[in-house]
């Protein structure tokens, strides 16, 4: 591996001694890791993942270690091919290095996760921080998480679907723009575009993207994040800033004007010494000769109890026709009716119908928060999306096959391994099935929609989600 000279000479000023045993960390393999969803898989079917996922799990002989500091997580002695896996379509886990899983355990140190939280996830694409959070919330908890970048809005929206949770809420704009929501945010995490020199070992294309005058860049965007973040934060509140580099000119300069503000202050985290995290004069560094992960970033602060912006939120309307809402009305009684029976608790929702068609399905736990964030966000999908009307028949959408919110009365198909990549592949599957929607599952977790139609099953996948590569014979 050519390292940059400018990042060797970082390095070992950094290191010292240790930096002999870091550069040959990085001709390891890199560990690889996943983390389940527990709204899915609960921990005695995590078992059988491992026992009949041949794909996920081919050469172990049981599950992977676990990873010390999270407890739905675990390692892979080999890196599968996690697309031909049905449960990696069906939300069942998430395939995240390890370092930056981090981020829940200082969370909740420093947060009380037993009660609901508005929760900002500024920098989310694709949505493992994202899924991270949503799976250690209180499930009334707001989560919203924001990507900039178009096209990366995509994937994010998709891995928040597969996830499943009907909390999380999707957005798509620059930090600079979401200053409408001042003091609205309990927890904000931002994990911030950087240099990305943590990553070196995994993807080591990132070493030729590398230089000195990226760093600054970089660095100069990490300051206007956090400058645009900070006014968001309630008092009180806490700031989650990470990075997957070792700069500290991303790390600790980036974060000068915050350590310098007198309205903040930086939490110490308890990290057990066998986890291999070596504190920093601001926040943590994960080296990949100490910690089983990549090289990862990661400080927390609260806000001191300064006192609260003017509340300009209370001021939207809560009855009458529109109900305050701006991008979406309240459904017809008798569309409600049809819709809210695919919901395992639908008196625990609010169904939606925006100006296209679309129907969303809004927890009544934070209806209040959702107004807000329709009247003062512009790029937004809030929400589950259930699906929608033609005529008289209701289509539902594929975030409701993938929500953890379905009815457990939906009729279902359950699938082979072979089948489910069949119907993954969007291809036709030509099985004996009753007429109507049915869920297809395997084991037990959705994966989409067919519909019968007597002769026939019509395959539902979007055709954007379908598996690309060849199928193994
Ligand atoms: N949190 C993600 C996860 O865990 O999957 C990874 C986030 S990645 C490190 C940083 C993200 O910041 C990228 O999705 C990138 O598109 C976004 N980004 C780039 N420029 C940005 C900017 N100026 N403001 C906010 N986000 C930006």
């Known amino acids: 591996m050519h390292l940059p000279v400018a990042f060797t000479a970082e390095l070992q000023a950094q290191l010292g001694s240790q930096y002999t045993d870091f550069e040959a960390a990085l001709s390891y393999l890199p560990p690889?890791?996943?983390?389940?969803?527990?709204?899915?898989?609960?921990?005695?079917?995590?078992?059988?993942?491992g026992k009949s996922s041949p794909l996920l799990l081919a050469k172990e002989k049981g599950l992977g270690d676990e990873v010390l500091w999270h407890d739905h997580a675990f390692y892979l002695s080999t890196r599968p091919v996690f697309t031909l896996d049905p449960l990696f379509h069906a939300g069942a886990y998430y395939v995240q290095e390890a370092s930056s899983m981090l981020v829940a355990h200082a969370l909740a140190q420093v947060a009380d996760l037993s009660k609901p939280l508005r929760v900002l996830d500024l920098c989310a694409a694709p949505g493992g921080k994202t899924t991270l959070?949503?799976?250690?919330?209180?499930?009334d908890s707001l989560l919203v998480a924001n990507e900039v970048i178009k096209s990366r809005v995509v994937i994010l929206k998709e891995n928040v679907q597969k996830w499943g949770h009907p909390n999380v809420h999707i957005c798509h704009h620059d930090p600079e723009d979401l200053g409408r929501?001042?003091?609205f945010f309990d927890v904000i995490l931002i994990d911030a575009p950087c240099s990305g020199e943590g990553l070196f070992r995994k993807d080591p294309a990132a070493i030729n993207e590398w230089s000195p005058d990226n760093v600054q860049l970089c660095s100069a965007r990490q300051k206007r994040i956090l400058e645009a973040a900070l006014p968001l934060l309630a008092p009180k509140g806490?700031?989650?800033?990470c990075t997957c580099t070792y700069n500290d000119t991303e790390n600790q300069r980036s974060l000068d004007a915050l350590t310098a503000d007198a309205d903040f202050e930086e939490q110490k985290i308890k990290?057990?010494?066998?986890w291999g995290v070596?504190?920093?004069a601001v926040g943590y560094q994960c080296y990949p000769h100490r910690v089983r992960g990549e090289g990862f970033f990661f400080s927390v602060f609260r806000k001191k109890n300064v006192p609260r912006a003017a509340q300009r939120y209370d001021s939207l309307p809560k009855k009458g026709k529109e109900e305050g809402f701006k991008s979406c009305k309240r459904l017809h009684a008798k569309q409600t009716a049809e819709v809210a029976r695919w919901l395992e608790k639908p008196d625990d929702f609010h169904f939606f119908i925006k100006p296209n068609g679309e129907v969303l399905a809004f927890l009544d736990s934070q209806l209040d928060d959702i107004r807000i964030l329709d009247n003062l966000l512009f790029a937004k999908g809030l929400g589950l999306e259930m699906g929608e009307f033609k005529g008289n028949d209701f289509i539902p959408s594929h975030a409701l096959a993938l929500s953890t919110a379905l009815s457990s009365q939906i009729p279902t198909l359950e699938l082979t391994e072979g089948e489910a990549l069949q119907f993954l592949k969007k291809e036709n599957l030509l099985l004996d099935a009753p007429k109507g929607w049915l869920l297809v599952t395997y084991q037990e977790l959705g994966l989409g929609w067919v519909k019968g139609l007597g002769n026939r099953l019509n395959n539902y996948l979007p055709k954007d989600w379908r598996i690309r590569m060849e199928l193994p014979e």
């Open 32 to 49: 690889v890791s996943i983390r389940y969803n527990p709204a899915k898989v609960s921990a005695s079917s995590r078992l059988q993942i």
């Open 133 to 139: 959070l949503a799976s250690r919330l209180h499930p």
């Open 181 to 183: 929501l001042e003091a």
């Open 238 to 241: 806490t700031l989650l800033y």
């Open 271 to 274: 990290l057990p010494e066998s």
């Open 278 to 280: 070596t504190p920093k």
